[in-house]
């Protein structure tokens, strides 16, 4: 049994008298593992485990690269079932399956009290699911995942949306001192997750109106790193991510309001 906690001071400051002298420290990641030979469970927050992968650069600090262009990222409250099955010739298989908090991507209503947000509202978890082929050692192993996503968003007054994703991740030795690193995803309202720049739906009038009709925001995206590995402490990194969301959704309402 371990657990791991991470936080930073990326918490900004809270809207009230003399808030600037009182900053925020973030929770960023927070678990518990039970491990045993093969089957780990996993309870926390973290990044979510059927997009597992962040490319890599000093010049991220409060988000991992790429947030919000091509990287499904989120610290995710969750719970998880992990399950490794070894073969021959140092080739596996990982199952892992589990639910998750169904965040949206609304911001907060309040500074100092929790409100749910819509996939909340729909009072079931998100569900998630991936699969990953492993050949190698550990450290050097060539690892190749697919991954699925499901919740439900409840924006009230019967407006309700299937958010979902299809996950694809992937990290290719190519040699001793190269790497190739990615992956790519494909859903309709992922804003809670980063895609969709950050948007979930679309709403035809402001959402306050029960006359509004809604629009799942439908997206495609991903990212991949070359690494050249010069030496133990020195590394040279070449990425490009792109999230793109469907223009047209974007132009299915004349003036969409969010």
Known sequence: ???????????????????????????????????????????GQDAPFFSPLSPTSVASLGYPAFSYAGNLWTWIPQVRLERQVSFANSNSLTFQGGFLDPLS?????????????????????????????????????????????????????????DAWAGTADWSVPLGNR???????????????????????????????????????????????????KATEAVEFNAAYGEDNPFSNDLSHFASAYG
């Open 1 to 43: 049994t371990s657990a791991d906690l991470r936080m930073d001071l990326f918490g900004g400051f809270p809207n009230s008298t003399n808030g600037v002298t009182e900053g925020l420290a973030r929770l960023r990641t927070a678990t518990v593992r039970m491990d045993w030979d093969r089957t780990s469970v996993v309870v």
């Open 105 to 161: 991507g609304e911001p907060s209503v309040s500074e100092f009290y929790r409100v749910p947000q819509a996939g909340e509202k729909s009072r079931q978890p998100a569900y998630a699911t991936r699969l990953a082929w492993s050949h190698g050692a550990a450290d050097h192993a060539l690892t190749l995942g697919l991954g699925g996503y499901y919740s439900r968003q409840n924006y009230g007054m019967g407006r309700t949306v």
């Open 178 to 228: 190269l790497g190739l690193t990615g992956e790519f995803y494909r859903g309709r309202a992922l804003g809670g997750l980063g895609g969709g720049t950050g948007r979930s739906v679309l709403f035809s009038e402001p959402v306050a109106n029960p006359y509004s009709s809604l629009l799942g925001l439908n997206t495609i995206g991903g990212w991949t790193q070359l690494k050249f």
